[in-house]
């Protein structure tokens, strides 16, 4: 079952979840790595869920890192329960759900083998999910949160300040306040929690103190930002959170004239890779994953995506060569010459 737009096609959906559920041991949320607002809002709810219709308490495991401000001030201010993956035996838990990501698409830590029952997700579905237990997936919509909150709402679970903070945070931050691809259900939910979310908390997640590694990353963005017609290619060279990345592709996406942005950022052996476009013509996901074919796994949608390129070590360069073949093949893919470029900024 992919897709429950009709309410009692969803309780339905949702009570036999939770009765399938109910009747095994212990619950495991896993997110994707570097988890974003939209999959930490996701596990707060999923398990507000389980604690309020089965009196289970789930555990959320995450890899990586949360280095983004926002996000750190998110899971501190909203006191979201996180254990680092590497602390989890899979093995202790019957029930392992998967959040805001599916199984193989290499943007979550879960091994190979493991058994996955439980997918919710707003990303293009992919073959590894069609074995799962239940499957959620609705790439029609703009975050995985609001399908949590569907659940919730279906299944009268009143929501505290937090988790509703949480969620239309996520909302917010994920559509960029409904205006990259929001449905009329992620409006709807972004116009129902806001009455409830603390506008306090909302406002210290949203406007956070940042660390000096944002703004060296920002200068080399800048500095290396090259513009191609209307695409634009930026490298960060090496970076201290891979979330920055992101953070400056939709900054350079504001680019006058530009339609099409690649960021990349060297961290932990890999290049981080980030994809922004305004045109509803070009899809985010289908390019990224042609880009990065054979040397990489990347994952996305309409007007964004995400990826990486494995085993690049930090030297000059391995970064330059990685950022070339990138260029070349990002460019000849959307048939745009190279001959004609322009730095972003001056040159020091």
Not at 138 to 159: F, M, N, W
Not at 187 to 193: C, G, I, M, S, V
Not at 329 to 335: A, F
Request: charged residues 20%; negative net charge; hydrophobic residues 45%.
């Amino acid at each position: 079952m992919t897709h429950k737009e009709d309410r009692q096609d969803l309780l339905t959906y949702t009570n036999s979840l939770l009765t399938w559920v109910s009747g095994r041991g212990r619950i495991l949320i896993v997110v994707h790595d570097n988890p974003d607002p939209d999959s930490l809002a996701s596990a707060m709810a999923l398990r507000h869920l389980f604690a309020v219709r089965l009196s289970r308490e789930a555990v959320i495991a995450f890899s990586g890192m949360i280095g983004r401000s926002e996000n750190l001030a998110m899971a501190k201010l909203l006191q979201i329960p996180l254990t680092p993956f590497p602390l989890i035996d899979l093995k202790m838990f019957q029930v392992i759900c998967l959040l805001d990501s599916q199984p193989l698409t290499g943007n979550n830590s879960l091994p190979p083998e493991a058994r996955v029952d439980v997918v919710i997700d707003h990303h293009p579905m992919r073959e590894a999910s069609t074995h799962c237990r239940w499957v959620d997936i609705r790439p029609e919509y703009g975050t995985t949160a609001t399908i949590l909150y569907d659940y919730l709402k279906v299944q009268g679970v009143s929501l505290g300040t937090k988790l509703a903070t949480a969620l239309f945070y996520a909302i917010k931050s994920e559509t960029q306040d409904l205006g990259r691809e929001a449905t009329r259900t992620d409006r709807d939910a972004y116009l129902e929690l806001f009455p409830l979310a603390n506008k306090t908390l909302l406002n210290s997640i949203t406007h956070p103190r940042l660390p000096k590694e944002y703004f060296i990353a920002l200068h080399n963005a800048l500095e290396n930002a090259v513009v191609y017609g209307t695409v634009a290619i930026a490298n960060l060279q090496k970076v201290q959170f891979p979330e920055v990345v992101a953070e400056l592709a939709d900054l350079i996406l504001r680019l006058e004239g530009v339609e099409v942005v690649l960021c990349m950022g060297q961290y932990n052996n890999e290049m981080v890779l980030s994809i922004r476009t305004s045109s509803e013509e070009i899809n985010a996901g289908e390019l990224i994953r042609a880009i990065v074919a054979g040397v990489g796994s990347a994952g996305g949608h309409g007007m964004m995506a995400g990826g990486k390129v494995d085993n690049v070590d930090e030297s000059a360069a391995e970064i330059s060569r990685v950022e070339k073949l990138l260029t070349e093949r990002l460019l000849v893919r959307l048939g745009v010459s190279s001959a004609s470029y322009e730095p972003l900024a001056p040159q020091s």
